[in-house]
């Protein structure tokens, strides 16, 4: 019904930058929040970051100042754009959009399959 596909995860060293982007598409009547996520080895599932579809902005404090999170609400695209890259920012990065479907009056939360960053000294 509503398939997330991520791109833009890679190999860049600490200091450096990536963008992440992440489309859905399928049988989506809107979508509200849209998020990111991610999960490093041994380590929980957290929030990086989360943007309304007003365009308010929330972020983790392990990224505060170094990611930005932005929306195109036509597309219905989401991008992280990761600077001063650390090694702790490894992990798999997990696209996340609420959304109502064509027909429904819900929204639930959808997900990406993930992309892997890693980020080497």
């Known amino acids: 019904q509503v398939r997330l596909v991520e791109s833009g995860g890679g190999l860049v060293q600490a200091g450096g930058s990536l963008r992440l982007s992440c489309a859905a598409s399928?049988?989506?009547?809107?979508?509200?929040?849209m998020a990111w996520h991610r999960q490093a080895p041994g380590k929980q599932r957290e929030l990086v970051a989360y943007i309304t579809s007003g365009g308010s902005t929330y972020y983790g404090d392990s990224v505060e100042g170094r990611f930005t999170i932005s929306r195109d609400n036509a597309e219905n695209t989401v991008d992280l754009q990761m600077n001063s890259l650390q090694l702790e920012d490894t992990a798999v990065y997990y696209c996340?959009?609420?959304?109502?479907?064509?027909?429904?009056?819900?929204?639930?939360?959808?997900w990406g399959p993930g992309t892997q960053v890693t980020v080497s000294s």
């Open positions: 399928g049988s989506i009547a809107s979508i509200d929040a």
């Open positions: 996340v959009c609420n959304t109502r479907i064509l027909g429904s009056i819900w929204y639930s939360d959808y």
